[in-house]
């Protein structure tokens, strides 16, 4: 990962954090770190093409969906152009 993608990476493990606690559940139920590199890395603008990451079903985007969407379009909204690689 590139920094601007460890930063959109982070900012995801906060987001899960915040939901597990709310939830009261284990972070990894909210979504695996493998799960959450795959958002970075595909940085997903839809819904169809969330459940195209792998573990993003049904249930977890109907979920989170908007949430996750959302982080990602806050995130490249805020950095600048030049320090991010959109894919």
């Not at 590139?2 to 982070?10: G, H």
């Amino acid at each position: 990962l590139d920094e601007p993608q460890r930063l959109l990476y982070q900012r995801f493990r906060e987001w899960r954090k915040e939901q597990a606690e709310q939830q009261g559940v284990p972070v990894f139920l909210i979504a695996k770190n493998r799960e959450l590199l795959d958002l970075v890395k595909q940085a997903p603008k839809t819904v169809e093409a969330l459940r195209d990451i792998r573990g993003f079903g049904k249930k977890k985007v109907e979920r989170y969906g908007q949430a996750v969407l959302g982080i990602i379009r806050a995130f490249y909204e805020k950095t600048p152009r030049k320090e991010r690689r959109s894919p």
